[in-house]
């Protein structure tokens, strides 16, 4: 199936890791063609993906950066982020976005960002004030909402980990949605799509138009 749906730069990178890796990264890719493919009402098949980097350019040669896909040819109308965590992935889309709309979505484990030494890199002194703020039994969760903010805004900025985390503030950026599980709600529902985190993790997304302020 994968062969059939991605474009040779997908598999090329896919080839070159190691087998866990690889399998997710082309489980994760063929489940974003057909998740672009249903938004836009046409088959898989019809998408190529043409991704873009800001160092590296854009078209169906490049397999990384943000996500894209042709449709007969022409740039298709999805503006699309995604984002893969232990195990999961998580995507977000606008169909026929207005001019200079941008999107960013990042999914976290809460456990992932809980080591020595993760504060002082990827958190500015505000937010840990912030967090040395809070009762100990609620940072972790916390702290991980922090940085699928920041994964998620740099996403949407386009500017990536190029950027300092501990440079950027996210406390009360104007923009930025936060997600999480919740008992109350059906499990992998149509009904609420981007809602349904898997318990452990949290998301983020961040939307804006025009130039975006740091």
């Known amino acids: 199936m994968a062969a059939e749906l991605l474009s040779s ?46 160092q590296c350019g854009a078209g169906p040669d490049i397999a990384h950066g943000r996500p894209g896909y042709l449709l007969d040819g022409d740039a298709a109308p999805l503006l699309l982020s995604a984002s893969r965590a232990s195990g999961w992935v998580l995507f977000a889309a606008v169909v026929r976005p207005g001019k200079g709309l941008r999107l960013g979505a990042d999914l976290e ?5 809980e080591f020595v030494g993760f504060d002082e890199v990827a958190l500015t002194a505000n937010e840990r004030r912030h967090l040395a703020s809070m009762e100990p039994g609620l940072s972790p969760r ?73």
């Not at 399998?23 to 998408?47: C, D, H, I, M, N």
């Not at 484990?109 to 960002?113: E, H, I, L, N, Y």
């Not at 949407?156 to 923009?175: A, H």
């Not at 008992?183 to 998301?203: C, H, L, T």
């Open 9 to 54: 730069a997908e598999i090329a990178r896919a080839d070159s890791m190691a087998t866990a890796p690889r399998f997710e990264f082309l489980a994760s890719r063929v489940a974003q063609q057909r998740f672009a493919a249903g938004l836009l009402g046409v088959p898989a098949t019809k998408l190529t993906a043409a991704y873009e980097c800001p």
């Open 109 to 113: 484990s809460v456990a992932a960002t």
């Open 142 to 214: 916390e702290r991980a909402r922090l940085w699928a903010r920041k994964e998620a805004w740099l996403k949407m900025t386009g500017e990536g980990l190029r950027v300092r985390p501990d440079s950027l503030d996210v406390l009360d950026k104007p923009g930025l949605h936060d997600y999480e599980s919740s008992s109350n709600q059906k499990p992998f529902s149509n009904q609420e799509p981007f809602r349904n985190i898997p318990s452990g993790f949290v998301a983020a997304l961040a939307i804006g138009t025009g130039a975006v302020p740091r």
